[in-house]
């Protein structure tokens, strides 16, 4: 059943996109306690390009603000924490912020 899936889905490694830095954010903070406008538990990583990228709705935290994070890394786990009512449930919320998009019209 849809239960015993999202279940097994709970806990999944969450690995870093590319290298960086983890930093807080300068309105939510470290995001390893959980209270904010409803990312729950969060990673937020600076990138060398200038990028940043958000994992949040974490289950558990591996890493530290201050520490440097390889490719390929695991930073942490999915979880449901934040805002993850109803149909939502357990996932990834994954952010690229910084970036430009490759399909924007010119």
Do not use: M
Not at 14 to 29: E, F, M
């Amino acid at each position: 059943d849809g239960h015993a899936r999202e279940d097994r889905r709970h806990g999944s490694a969450v690995v870093a996109a590319a290298a960086g830095t983890v930093i807080s954010d300068p309105n939510l903070g470290s995001g390893a306690s959980g209270w904010n406008v409803g990312f729950g538990k969060f990673i937020f990583i600076k990138h060398a390009n200038g990028t940043k990228t958000r994992y949040a709705h974490l289950s558990q935290i591996f890493v530290a603000v201050g520490e440097n994070v390889e490719q390929g890394q695991q930073i942490g786990k999915i979880g449901n924490t934040g805002h993850v009512e109803g149909a939502t449930g357990c996932h990834l919320h994954f952010e690229v912020l910084g970036g430009s998009n490759p399909f924007a019209r010119r």
